[in-house]
């Protein structure tokens, strides 16, 4: 019958299938990454921006350290916070970023975003993540797209979920 797989057929493994270990490998990637909360503001000036952070415990990759993607998310917003100071909205169009250093779990991190050039419709920003002894862990440049001028007599936007506990 067409569309019907015999017995010997269902049991055959697919081609390219994983064996277990490797599936359940790559499966535990799929971890709930949090501890975005933790991201709290230092300074804010007209194109610079320094957020720190200590690194919590729910922001970890399978090898006790640093998830990549929590790096990445501090880049991504001090950036766009930097954008937001030259009184522009904006959305983050390109990000190249290098992982220069690992980050352990419960270390104090600064991050620091500052416009290179503020143009009509994009920003570069340079972007760095220092440890708690200054040292470079991650280094990246933003490009931003600007989507309008920020007007001062609106309320600035809300965040969905609310802020950051940090946020004084």
Known sequence: MI????????????????????RE????????????????????????????VKVPQDAANLFRRAHGGFLMFLVDV????????????NVTQHVSLDFVRGVSL???????????????????VDTRVLDSVGRLCVKASCTLFYVGAVDSSEPPPKPYLGRNPGVR
């Open 25 to 52: 490998g790559c499966l535990n990637h799929l971890s709930d990454l949090g501890g975005f909360e933790a991201l709290r503001n230092d300074l804010l000036r007209r194109g610079y921006v320094r957020n720190r």
């Open 78 to 89: 001090t950036a766009c916070m930097a954008g937001y100071s030259m009184g522009k909205h």
């Open 106 to 124: 419960g270390d104090e991190l600064a991050i620091e975003a500052r416009v290179l050039h503020d143009g009509r419709t994009t920003a570069l």
């Open 3 to 22: 569309g019907m797989k015999d017995d010997s057929e269902s049991l055959r493994v697919e081609e390219g299938a994983l064996p277990p270990y490797l």
